[in-house]
């Protein structure tokens, strides 16, 4: 697996220090540097790294509320590393949900180690197999979102596609199903919401997505690109590809 980062942070030596010691781990690959909190919120909007570095040792209210900020643009959050000379802020980043806390000077154990829980998390879910509930009146219905391959909403029910080309009408909104199932699933359109592992080709010139052993095109719209985008990154991670 490889991990893009960023890194937020105002002094420059710190950032080249940083930099210098991840080149020495093939997983990671840097998106950007930024000098302080609206800078870094920018990088993390436009180029969407999975890792971000934060420098707690100055500003460090300031890149909380940073990070605060950033649950009103994403559905998902990348992994947060606090870096700083004290566990002064390990408490405060430990709140906001940060996935590791580096204390300086860094050393090459405490990075390997992030490295390896980061691999550990991603296997696990990708192994992750989650059922799903749907209920009418007193009829209730488990189905492996595994074998789920998109849902389209149907004025205020559910049209759920299956693996085996079934489809299971649920009386829901298509919004109840994109806060419940697994980050696997992704809204690509006002109307559809696609299970990503099932993707076989994304067209930016049409603006589709194609399912694999299927023939069904799905749309996506201009307001949830960044989903794809995202998709996309994904999925490059994972494949051998070739670029003209």
Not at 39 to 61: D, M, R, V, Y
Not at 167 to 180: C, G, H, M, Q, Y
Not at 216 to 234: A, C, G, Q
């Amino acid at each position: 697996m490889e991990y893009s980062y960023a890194i937020i942070n105002s002094d420059s030596t710190f950032s080249h220090t940083l930099r210098t010691q991840l080149a020495n781990f093939k997983e990671f690959n840097c998106a950007g540097v930024a000098e302080h909190s609206s800078e870094g919120l920018n990088i993390i909007l436009k180029e969407s790294p999975e890792i971000i570095f934060i420098n707690l040792n100055q500003n460090a209210e300031t890149c909380f509320m940073m990070v605060l900020e950033l649950h009103q643009y994403l559905k998902h959050l990348p992994v947060i590393i606090g870096i700083s000379k004290s566990k002064e802020y390990a408490y405060d980043a430990i709140k906001n949900g940060f996935f590791d806390y580096w204390l300086q000077p860094l050393n090459e154990f405490d990075i390997r180690k992030s490295v390896l829980k980061l691999q550990k998390r991603d296997f696990s879910s990708q192994c992750t197999n989650t059922t799903l509930c749907l209920k009418s009146y007193k009829d209730y219905r488990y189905i492996s979102t595994n074998e789920i391959l998109y849902l389209k909403a149907d004025n205020n029910t559910t049209d759920v596609f299956m693996k085996d080309g079934s489809i299971i009408s649920a009386f829901k909104t298509l919004k109840t199903f994109e806060d419940r199932l697994p980050a696997s699933f992704m809204r690509i359109h006002q109307s559809y919401i696609l299970n990503t592992t099932y993707i076989s080709r994304i067209n930016y010139g049409k603006s589709t997505c194609t399912i694999k052993n299927n023939s069904t095109t799905l749309p996506f719209s201009k307001s949830y690109k960044s989903n794809i985008d995202e998709v996309k990154k994904i999925l490059t991670k994972s494949t051998i590809t070739t670029f003209n």
